[in-house]
């Protein structure tokens, strides 16, 4: 244990320290030729438990609702790239696209880690996993570089529609498995069907919530003239939104970029530039502050724990997405950009898979001794191999933009 672990840092004070720090090594990683969001992750592992450990769990705990936060602005944000006109130039190759690149994950850490382990539950719950993605790291590297183009498009719709295919995904596996767990123990309940209806149930409600949110949000946008008056009306809806999703139950990442959905399809150009201009301004502190927190949950020993199970899943999972993109393309005619440098963009993997992993390690924990393991490994291997994803995921993105050609010349600070 590092000898900083006693020091205790109030929230405002590690915010703080979190904003400068990662700012710095923001500037550092860019010296280097990578993008700023590894910077700002390595300064919350440099104060997190993989380094000087000054940050305790509770400290990081207490700025969950900053994490939250940020993922609703890169929801809206993914949101308001999904121009319908944008979209149609791209024709039905997205949708199929969306549809590989997931089943191609879930199929292929399936049958690696059956052939593997022979364990048709285990297998399962980590296919259930695999399709999960973390947008937030995408986007900040879309951010960052400025990049326009055809494959910039396809990865804002891609990270933005995948999850809620992935959750889709995880219920029935997740059922299944549950499913064959119990019949080992016991008589099979029917609460199968219920957990399968919960998934759809949460997307319907979220895209109803968020689209009606979108509508109050563009037509008070509209009236707003004042640029001090619309930055507090986007933080306002923003936040109103991530606490319904909260409260509800309902998907944060997917009501919130409903709202943006609805303002890009609905409203004035000059509005949705003034709106843009605005999330612009704002993007680079929710990215520094999300990402350095992100940095302090990862503890960089958790690596050690990965074995062969996680190797097989890091190996089939990448394989999967990259080649399930690649195959969409294809089938759905998908410019060359798209088929070829997609599946790179779209490797990163955090929260969504980790609120999983913990949702199976805690339904498996009463079923029987096996399941109690199965959902404890799921676990521990999710998380060690989400701080790989997390790290080599923006890096791909930038080397698929910078091999499309869409990335600007002078990146954003």
């Given at each position: 244990m590092s000898m900083f672990a006693i020091i205790h840092l109030p929230p405002f004070l590690l915010a703080g320290v979190l904003i400068g720090l990662g700012f710095c090594m923001g500037k550092l990683a860019r010296l280097v030729h990578l993008p700023s969001i590894i910077g700002y992750m390595a300064a919350g592992m440099f104060l997190g438990p993989s380094i000087l450990n000054i940050c305790s769990k509770g400290d990081i705990d207490n700025l969950d609702f900053i994490t939250q936060m940020g993922l609703g602005f890169v929801a809206f944000?993914?949101?308001?790239?999904?121009?319908?006109?944008?979209?149609?130039?791209?024709?039905?190759?997205?949708?199929?696209?969306?549809?590989?690149?997931?089943?191609?994950?879930f199929i292929m850490v399936f049958l690696g880690l059956f052939l593997l382990t022979w364990n048709l539950p285990l297998a399962l719950v980590f296919a259930a996993m695999a399709p999960a993605s973390a947008p937030a790291g995408t986007v900040a590297v879309l951010h960052e570089y400025r990049a326009k183009g055809k494959l910039t498009t396809a990865?804002?719709?891609?990270?933005?529609?995948?999850?809620?295919?992935?959750?889709i995904i995880f219920a029935f596996a997740f059922a299944a498995a549950k499913t064959i767990l119990q019949g080992r123990v016991s008589p099979v309940s029917d609460g199968a069907l219920k957990t399968l209806w919960m998934p759809f149930k949460e997307i319907i409600l979220s895209f109803i919530i968020g689209g009606g949110l979108g509508l109050a949000f563009s037509f008070l946008a509209r009236k707003t003239k004042e640029t001090s008056s619309l930055i507090i009306l986007i933080f306002g809806t923003i936040l109103f939104g991530c606490g319904l999703a909260e409260l509800l139950h309902l998907s944060l990442i997917l009501t919130n970029m409903m709202i943006g959905?609805?303002?890009?399809?609905?409203?004035?150009?000059?509005?949705?530039?003034?709106?843009?201009?605005?999330?612009?301004?704002?993007?680079?502190?929710?990215?520094?502050?999300?990402?350095?927190?992100?940095?302090?949950?990862?503890?960089?020993?958790?690596i050690t724990a990965l074995g062969i199970v996680g190797t097989i899943y890091i190996i089939t999972r990448s394989a999967g997405l990259i080649g399930?993109?690649?195959?969409?393309?294809?089938?759905?005619?998908?410019?060359?950009?798209?088929r070829k440098y997609l599946g790179l963009g779209i490797l990163s993997q955090a929260g969504v898979a980790i609120g999983l992993a913990l949702i199976a390690k805690n339904e498996f924990a009463d079923i029987s001794p096996e399941a109690a393991r199965i959902g404890s490994d799921v676990l521990v291997t999710v998380t060690a191999t989400c701080i790989l994803f997390e790290i080599i995921g923006p890096i791909l993105t930038k080397v698929a933009l910078k091999k499309a050609g869409e990335i600007s010349l002078i990146p954003t600070h």
């Open positions: 944000a993914i949101g308001s790239e999904l121009s319908i006109k944008a979209l149609r130039s791209l024709g039905k190759s997205i949708g199929i696209i969306i549809l590989t690149e997931s089943f191609g994950a990865l804002y719709a891609v990270v933005g529609f995948d999850d809620g295919l992935a959750i959905f609805v303002l890009v399809n609905l409203r004035r150009e000059d509005l949705i530039r003034k709106v843009a201009d605005q999330m612009n301004q704002i993007m680079p502190l929710i990215f520094i502050l999300f990402f350095s927190l992100a940095g302090a949950h990862l503890d960089l020993h958790a399930g993109a690649y195959i969409g393309g294809v089938i759905g005619k998908a410019d060359k950009v798209i």
